[in-house]
């Protein structure tokens, strides 16, 4: 019932920023937590940061707070990540996930989510 296109991956150079998009579809859009997850060569999904369904909170991974910014615009459903200070290990394949969760405000776990996106690549050189 959701569907998830996410937009903006590129290559940045390590301290630069970038910009990801998540366009979500479908309907009660308001009642799903939107996410975002990476996952790197050889390695799991991992959560990188959470904002809840509307009027819900943010929650971040420890390795990109205060660096990444997640935000949330409910008119245009979609959720925005912004990376500051991108660092090389940063590098990874980078999902928009959505979750109903009537329990948690800001589901983490892979598991949590039903809807994915496709995945935007996203590159940071030394």
């Known amino acids: 019932q959701v569907q998830l296109v996410e937009s903006g991956g590129g290559l940045v150079q390590a301290g630069g920023s970038l910009r990801l998009s998540c366009e979500a579809s479908?309907?009660?859009?308001?009642?799903?937590?939107l996410a975002w997850f990476r996952q790197a060569p050889g390695k799991g999904r991992e959560f990188v940061a959470v904002y809840g369904r509307s009027g819900g909170t943010t929650s971040y991974a420890d390795s990109v707070k205060g660096r990444f910014t997640i935000s949330r615009d409910n008119a245009k459903n979609t959720v925005d990540l912004l990376m500051d200070s991108l660092k090389p290990e940063d590098a990874a394949i980078y999902y928009c996930?959505?979750?109903?969760?009537?329990?948690?405000?800001?589901?983490?776990?892979?598991?949590?989510?039903?809807?994915w996106g496709q995945g935007s690549q996203v590159t940071v050189s030394s």
């Open positions: 479908g309907r009660t859009l308001n009642l799903y937590a």
């Open positions: 996930a959505a979750a109903y969760d009537i329990f948690k405000a800001t589901p983490t776990r892979p598991s949590d989510y039903a809807y």
